[in-house]
């Protein structure tokens, strides 16, 4: 699963947003905490998987778990293609 990069003995996996739905079914995990990039952006973001839907909030916001955060698996994957992910850790 995802790409692994080895650079400076630091070795990172860049995971597409399918990789990451993949990894919440089969991990059976209900949140990650995980650094996003597009392009030259970076940024810090937390994704929950709750009762069959996505949650998904920028590190710096109140976790609100209500519909403004709320993604069934197509929303999230339309929202999230064309970025990659490294997991930074879970969350609970």
Do not use: C
């Amino acid at each position: 699963m995802g790409r692994k990069i080895t650079s400076l003995n630091l070795t990172i996996i860049k995971m597409t947003i399918q990789e990451i739905i993949t990894g919440f079914k089969i991990e059976l995990v209900n949140g990650i905490q995980l650094t996003k990039r597009k392009g030259v952006l970076t940024s810090t973001w937390v994704m929950y998987y709750l009762k069959g839907h996505f949650f998904y909030f920028d590190i710096s916001e109140p976790f609100i778990f209500d519909d403004n955060h709320k993604y069934s698996n197509e929303e999230i994957i339309k929202e999230l293609t064309g970025a990659y992910f490294e997991i930074d850790t879970d969350v609970s």
